[in-house]
């Protein structure tokens, strides 16, 4: 895989909470290839936000330990990497958007300013060139009279309009890869849709590799080359998204998709899948979603289903998968 | 936020209105000054004579209006005690009132905010623990007990420094340190609160994010939005630091407005002390609106509301 943008390997991690360990994400491998758009799912809790915050290593180093066989990012070492050098990959080869606009953006500080900072500091850009870029995106993003938002507080703009500056600006430094963490979700339902489809335009045009996080396996329909299912801090399954919707493997990606409404079929029956996701700090014996599955057997209970590549290139964690059984 | 700064102003005149107007009943409430003043064997002819010369006759609203046109025009009336203007009295006083605030309020603060900010980043570990608690003590310990001990080891032990007094720089030492160390105490859990709080805000992940310095993180984008609390703490602490610091100036001698009005109190003398509280509480305001001034330039939402 010499042509990943993202590359990971065998990720766990751990938050101290009070007196507790919080198994976030155990052994995780994925990769992205240039150009490739990854669709992470996975119900709340799943540790699909924790994957990717991994990637540059965004989270509390005091209370978080992350650990990987490897993990690189368009050829660097991320946990070898020194603070500076981790200053360096962020942003230029990895840029994000993240889910609440509102929350995300600075709230005394102007759009313009918050768009241009990072050119500045990346590309080395002066005060006037960024500020002249930072019109050019706000206008690529499709916010009307840029001249006049460009001096605005995020507070002064519409929900919809945060987030194409959230776009705006991840897109600033022209990453090699963007990792989207539901970026619709804070967003009113109209807006959610012209969101997706900018940021898809932009993918497009742009080449650039893209990871889309979401609860919202229709969406990912759309969108993704490829899906990744994530359940209680593993991969259960890792699929291109038409073998995945044709022929869910893992019993929860069948069942999630069971749950969301299909982009061909939107008023098939929806039914949620049974139980609640396990506590993420106990360390399960067997297979974590064992509770909740009509499949399960005696072996589940004992042993933790290692992903395996099946013939079709699909990886999947399971004992006994609806697909491909015969591996 | 012209409109802001206006209402603001409107609002500091209308304080400055009814803290004189409190202040004048009150002062009347108290006693009758001319029973102080008058000489021992004085006739009740004398003391009506010495009512009507000083206008104490005239009926209340009236001696409040004069009381107000003049005090606009910086006449605070004359102290019965001291045979000397009252605005006199406090402009002799007041130098040595602010260089006290002034040195404690700035070293309080080149104190409070780099270590709020230190301890803050060193979350969890020893340090953080032991300022942490060391501004506890310091808050609960009365301000003239830290006085006493200061003075005790640096004038009395140590004698490096003049136990009390006014007059070289040296002197200035022990009364600032102890104004400055309750303030600090205050500030600096203030300061690493704020920042702790800014720090785990979504918006210094996007920034982390973008790959800036770490120092741009720290100065830009959570610095400001962490004084926005601090600021309005400190003008409360200065305006504390100028109206209440005469338990520092009595221990330290310190010829300064808070010693004048303890006198005042004493003797009753209520020109002054009316013309210490009016200043005070115009102190008071014109912090608070520079409190304001501030906040606009810090938090430009302000200026939009
Ligand atoms: N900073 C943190 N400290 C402690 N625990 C955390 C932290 N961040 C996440 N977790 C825990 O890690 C687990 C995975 O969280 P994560 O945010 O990755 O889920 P997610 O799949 O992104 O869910 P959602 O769809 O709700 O965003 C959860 O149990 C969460 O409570
Ligand atoms: S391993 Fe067993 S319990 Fe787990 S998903 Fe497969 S069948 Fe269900
Ligand atoms: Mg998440």
């Known amino acids: 895989m010499s042509d990943a943008v993202l590359s990971v390997e065998g990720l766990s991690v751990d938050f101290a909470v009070g007196g507790s360990i919080i198994h976030a994400v155990r052994d995780v491998s994925l990769s992205v290839a240039q150009g490739e758009v990854l669709g992470l799912v996975g119900e709340s809790g799943s540790g699909k936000s924790v994957t990717m915050l991994s990637v540059v290593r965004l989270l509390d180093a005091r209370r978080t330990a992350i650990t990987a066989r490897a993990m690189s990012v368009d050829g660097h070492s991320i946990l070898d990497l020194r603070p500076r050098a981790l200053e360096d990959v962020r942003g230029p080869v990895v840029s994000y958007i993240f889910q609440d606009p509102l929350t995300a953006l600075n709230p005394l500080l102007t759009v313009g300013r918050q768009i241009s900072e990072g050119m500045r500091r990346h590309k080395g850009l002066s005060r006037t060139a960024a500020r002249a870029r930072a019109l050019d995106l706000l206008r690529r993003v499709g916010i009307p009279a840029p001249e006049l938002r460009i001096n605005q507080l995020p507070h002064q703009l519409s929900g919809g309009m945060r987030q194409r500056v959230m776009i705006a600006m991840a897109l600033a430094v022209e990453p090699k890869l963007l990792i989207a963490d539901e970026p619709t979700t804070a967003l009113d339902v109209t807006v959610q849709a012209e969101i997706v489809r900018l940021v898809q335009s932009i993918q497009r045009e742009q080449g650039m590799a893209m990871v889309w996080v ?65 506590d993420p700090r106990v360390v399960h014996p067997g297979c974590s979603f064992a509770p909740r599955c009509s499949r399960a057997q005696a072996r589940c209970q004992g042993e933790v289903p290692a992903l395996e590549i099946k013939a079709d290139g699909r990886r999947v964690a399971c004992f006994y998968p609806l697909t491909g059984s015969q591996t | 936020m012209f409109s802001f700064l206006s209402k603001r102003f409107l609002q500091a005149l209308l304080v400055l209105l009814g803290v004189s107007f409190a202040t004048f009943i009150v002062g009347h409430l108290t006693g009758d000054p001319v029973e102080l003043m008058a000489r021992e064997n004085a006739t009740e002819q004398d003391k009506q004579d010495l009512r009507v010369y000083l206008g104490l006759d005239r009926p209340l609203e009236q001696q409040y209006f004069s ?239």
């Open chain 2, 67 to 305: 009381f107000i046109v003049k005090a606009v025009q910086g006449d605070l009336g004359f102290s019965f005690v001291q045979q000397a203007k009252v605005s006199q009295l406090i402009a002799e006083r007041l130098p040595a009132t602010l260089q006290l605030a002034a040195a404690g309020f700035l070293l309080a603060l080149a104190i409070s905010i780099p270590l709020g900010i230190i301890i803050a980043l060193n979350r969890g570990t020893i340090w953080d623990f032991l300022v942490t608690t060391l501004a506890m003590a310091g808050q609960a310990a009365p301000g003239f007990w830290i006085g006493l001990m200061l003075v005790v080891l640096f004038a009395v032990h140590l004698k490096v420094l003049p136990v009390s007094g006014y007059g070289g720089a040296a002197y200035i030492v022990l009364p600032a340190i102890t104004l400055a160390l309750q303030s600090s105490a205050r500030l600096t859990r203030l300061v690493r609160a704020s920042m702790l709080e800014v720090l785990s805000a979504d918006y210094i992940r996007t920034a982390h994010s973008k790959g800036l310095r770490e120092r741009v993180v720290l100065f830009v984008h959570a610095f400001r939005g962490a004084m926005i609390p601090v600021v309005t703490m400190a003008g409360l602490e200065l305006a504390e630091l100028v109206s209440g610091a005469f338990i520092t100036e009595t221990i330290f001698a310190w010829p300064g407005i808070g010693r004048l009005a303890v006198t005042a109190v004493s003797q009753r003398d209520f020109p002054v002390i009316q013309g210490v509280v009016l200043m005070s509480a115009a102190f008071f305001v014109l912090i608070n609106f520079l409190v304001d001034v501030l906040y606009v330039v810090i938090d430009p939402r302000v200026k939009l509301k």
């Open chain 1, 214 to 278: 979401t609860h919202d396996l229709a969406l990912l329909a759309r969108l993704a080359d490829r899906v990744v299912v994530m359940y209680a801090g593993r991969i259960v399954e890792d699929a291109l998204a038409e073998a995945l919707y044709d022929a869910p493997a893992h019993p929860y990606t069948a069942g999630l998709l069971a749950s969301t409404s299909r982009i061909d079929d939107p008023f098939s029956e929806q039914e949620p899948i049974p139980g609640a996701p396990p």
